[in-house]
C-alpha cells in the first residue's frame, strides 16, 4: 500500500482498510471486461443500443443490457427513450463520467508501458533459446 498515490509511508490498519475500501469500490463501478470499453465507445459516438455492440465486438446482448443499468445506476449514463416509431433508445454520458478522465488517462499510459515490458521480457527470453537453435 505505500506507493499508491506516491504515498513512501507505511499505513496503518485503518488507513490500508480505508484506502482497500476505496479501491474495491472503485473496482466494483468501472471494474470488469466491459464498462470502462462502454464508456470509451460512448465517449466515441456511439449511442445506440446496436450501434455500441458493433463498437464492442464479443459483447452479447445481453451483457450489454445489464453493464448499461449498472452504468446508469452509477451514474455514468442517462437512457432516454424516443417513442417514436420505430421506439430509439440512446444512451448519453453524463458530466460525472468525466471524473473518470484522469483513471482512463492512467490506465492507458499504465497499459501501454506494461505492453512494452511485456514484450521486452519476452524478447528477452526467447531470444536465449533462439541463439540456442542456431548454435
Given at each position: 500500500m505505500d506507493q499508491l498515490n506516491g504515498f513512501s509511508r507505511p499505513h496503518s490498519g485503518a488507513e490500508c482498510n480505508s484506502k482497500l475500501g476505496a479501491i474495491g469500490d472503485a473496482l466494483y463501478v468501472i471494474g470488469g471486461?466491459?464498462?470502462?470499453?462502454?464508456?470509451?465507445?460512448?465517449t466515441e459516438g456511439g449511442s445506440r443500443f446496436n450501434e455500441l455492440q458493433r463498437m464492442l465486438p464479443g459483447i452479447s446482448p445481453r451483457v450489454l443490457s445489464n453493464?448499461?443499468?449498472?452504468?446508469?445506476?452509477?451514474?455514468?449514463?442517462?437512457?432516454?427513450?424516443?417513442?417514436?416509431?420505430?421506439?430509439v433508445v440512446e444512451y448519453k454520458l453524463t458530466?460525472?463520467?468525466?471524473?473518470?478522465?484522469?483513471v482512463m488517462g492512467a490506465l492507458v499510459e499504465w497499459g501501454e508501458m506494461h505492453r512494452i515490458k511485456i514484450r521486452e521480457d519476452d524478447m528477452q527470453t526467447t531470444k536465449p533459446i533462439a541463439q540456442e537453435a542456431i548454435l
Open positions: 471486461k466491459w464498462r470502462l470499453r462502454i464508456i470509451v465507445a460512448l453493464e448499461l443499468k449498472e452504468l446508469e445506476i452509477n451514474g455514468f449514463l442517462t437512457r432516454n427513450v424516443f417513442t417514436d416509431t420505430p421506439v458530466p460525472y463520467s468525466r471524473t473518470l478522465d484522469s
